[in-house]
């Protein structure tokens, strides 16, 4: 009773202690990323926030797996670092008995990660697109926001308005820079709204003036208008995207038969089989001597995980390509990870058992002699 307590409390404080610093890294570099592409005009300021929270439920999974792997690694090596690990084999634990308070301790974080793998990830991927496919169906003139320029969606235009008015679909005093087959054209109007027709979009302007420069002459052209109609692109279809299989569900990945469903599964179920392997992989490759102090154990720990998740890509890859079936694939990469670590603590365990034995019997010697 006292080694699992012991283990776990120490465990719990290891992995919530990572995780915490994890998340925040992870955080700045998301939203640095995500402000990069707002400013692309990749989807609507105003939706920040949901797009960072969505995009951080993407990488919680893989975040909780680091992190229990680190807490595995450090506590197991501080143990024997500190000679405790002797202790608790002079008082009969082997490598084995370990693995009953891992994973009492781990299979919440075993549980939040297939959760998040299976049914929050999925979500929130597939929020991220809707939210995406709405700024894509606004208009141009309703993603610029009054005093800045903004650039169109297909670089030809630069926007800039000094209001909107009309719920954002009409904009006043509107400034608009054109450049298209060697032609520039400036073009100022009072108000500005976007129209569609026949599966074009057109920007109607009211009250302006058009100056128009050819690139190779430098000819100039002035015009007044009171109403002006210019085509601007199509107008977007996103009923016609394809959701992408991230997005999709589990039980509908299960329903479609194509490599690329079958490459997500892969992925999804393999992180959950990575995440309980990432606690026999720690188990087995925490090691120390309190003689010697190296940290050597650590590096290849880290070095097992980057090659081990690189492994679990590269698994999705080659049955998104069909070189793989994801079903043997599965059982190949992360149920040879899962025999190997029970191998080499088999060997440690195995290691340690003569001089155990003898420490046990010396044990015993002492206490009767005391008695």
């Given at each position: ?5 012991s283990?776990r409390?120490?465990?719990w404080?290891s992995?919530i202690g990572?995780?915490v ?5 992870v955080?700045?570099?998301?939203l640095i990323?995500i ?6 005009g990749a989807?609507?300021?105003?939706d ?7 995009t951080?439920i993407?990488?919680l ?7 229990l792997?680190v807490?595995?690694v450090t ?5 024997w670092?500190d ?10 634990a ?5 693995i ?5 301790m ?5 549980a939040?990660?297939a959760l998040c ?5 999925p979500?929130?991927?597939?929020q ?6 709405r700024?894509e ?13 903004q ?8 926007f800039?308005?000094?209001s909107?008015?009309d719920?954002q679909?009409t904009?006043?005093?509107?400034f608009?820079?054109?450049?298209d ?6 073009v ?5 709204l976007?129209?569609?027709?026949q599966?074009?979009?057109?920007l ?11 690139l ?7 015009s ?5 109609r210019?085509a601007v692109g199509?107008a ?5 995207k394809?959701?992408?299989p ?7 990945l299960?329903?479609i ?9 892969t ?11 990432m606690?026999l992989?720690?188990?087995?490759l ?7 102090n190296?940290s050597?154990?650590?590096?290849y720990?880290l ?7 690189n492994?679990?890509s590269?698994s ?7 070189k ?8 190949l990469i992360h ?5 190997g670590?029970?191998?080499m603590?088999?060997?440690?365990n ?5 001089g ?8 015993v010697?002492?206490?009767a002699?005391?008695?």
């Amino acid at each position: 009773m006292l080694f699992d307590s012991s283990v776990r409390r120490e465990l719990w404080r290891s992995f919530i202690g990572t995780l915490v610093v994890l998340l925040t890294v992870v955080l700045t570099m998301l939203l640095i990323r995500i402000l990069s592409q707002a400013t692309r005009g990749a989807f609507a300021p105003a939706d920040l926030s949901l797009v960072l929270s969505y995009t951080l439920i993407g990488q919680l999974p893989i975040m909780v797996a680091l992190a229990l792997f680190v807490a595995v690694v450090t506590v197991l090596s501080r143990l024997w670092r500190d000679s405790e690990m002797v202790v608790w084999q002079v008082s009969g634990a082997s490598q084995f008995t370990f693995i009953k308070p891992l994973l009492k301790m781990a299979w919440p974080a075993i549980a939040l990660v297939a959760l998040c793998t299976l049914v929050a990830r999925p979500w929130a991927q597939n929020q991220t697109e809707v939210l995406k496919q709405r700024y894509e169906q606004r208009s141009d003139m309703a993603r610029v926001a009054p005093g800045q320029f903004q650039t169109s969606a297909d670089g030809k235009r630069v926007f800039f308005i000094d209001s909107h008015s009309d719920g954002q679909q009409t904009a006043r005093n509107v400034f608009m820079v054109m450049t298209d087959k060697g032609q520039e054209s400036v073009v100022t109007a009072r108000e500005g709204l976007l129209q569609q027709d026949q599966g074009l979009r057109y920007l109607v302007l009211a009250q302006g003036e058009r100056t128009q420069t050819d690139l190779t002459t430098g000819e100039k052209t002035l015009s007044h208008f009171a109403t002006a109609r210019i085509a601007v692109g199509e107008a977007p279809n996103v009923a016609l995207k394809v959701p992408e299989p991230r997005s999709m569900s589990t039980l509908t990945l299960l329903a479609i038969p194509t490599r690329q469903a079958q490459a997500e599964l892969t992925w999804r179920l393999g992180l959950i089989w990575a995440t309980f392997n990432m606690v026999l992989a720690g188990l087995s490759l925490a090691a120390g001597n309190a003689r010697r102090n190296s940290s050597w154990n650590l590096v290849y720990a880290l070095l097992v995980f980057v090659v081990y998740f690189n492994l679990l890509s590269l698994s999705q890859a080659w049955v998104s390509q069909g070189k793989l079936p994801w079903i043997p694939g599965l059982l190949l990469i992360h149920g040879g990870l899962t025999v190997g670590a029970l191998l080499m603590i088999w060997w440690r365990n195995g290691a340690v058992l003569p001089g155990r034995h003898v420490s046990r019997r010396a044990l015993v010697v002492t206490r009767a002699e005391g008695v």
